[in-house]
C-alpha cells in the first residue's frame, strides 16, 4: 500500500520554527529516497531536501543549508523535516515524497520532482515577516 502522510505545517513569525513529519507505510518507506518538496503559487514544485532510507544521507536544496534538517524514524516509518530561522520566502505548501532513483541527489535538482513515484497531500507552511 503506497501511503505518506504529512503533519505539522502552520503559520509562524520569520525566525520561527516548525517540525513537519511525514508518516509513510512500509512499501513507501521501502523506496531509496524519501525527501521534502515545496511548492509556492505560481512556482514550481522544488525538491527541499532527501534521505536516502537505507544509510541516512541526507542532500539539502542550497536555500535551505543550514536551516532545516532532514531525519528518519525507522522504527516509525517516519521522516521529518526540521524548520529553524524560517523566512517569508520559504511559505508554501509542503510535499513528502518518494522515488528509488539510485541518486537521491538529483530530486533536489531541477526537474526532480519528475523523479518521484508516490507524494503525499501536503501540509502548508505560513511565515509572516
Known amino acids: 500500500q503506497v501511503q505518506l502522510v504529512e503533519s505539522g505545517g502552520g503559520s509562524v513569525q520569520a525566525g520561527g520554527s516548525l517540525r513537519l513529519s511525514c508518516v509513510a507505510s512500509?512499501?513507501?518507506?521501502?523506496?531509496?529516497?524519501i525527501g521534502w518538496f515545496r511548492q509556492a503559487p505560481r512556482k514550481e514544485r522544488e525538491g527541499v531536501a532527501v534521505i536516502y532510507t537505507g544509510s541516512g544521507s541526507s542532500v539539502y536544496a542550497d536555500s535551505v543549508k543550514g536551516r532545516f534538517t532532514i531525519s528518519r524514524d525507522n522504527a516509525k516509518n517516519t521522516v521529518y523535516l526540521q524548520m529553524n530561522s524560517l523566512k517569508p520566502e520559504d511559505t508554501a505548501m509542503y510535499y513528502c515524497a518518494t522515488s528509488q532513483l539510485q541518486f537521491c541527489n538529483l530530486l533536489i535538482r531541477d526537474g526532480g520532482s519528475s523523479f518521484i513515484s508516490n507524494w503525499g497531500q501536503g501540509t502548508q507552511v505560513t511565515v509572516s515577516s
Open positions: 512500509a512499501y513507501s518507506y521501502s523506496r531509496n529516497c
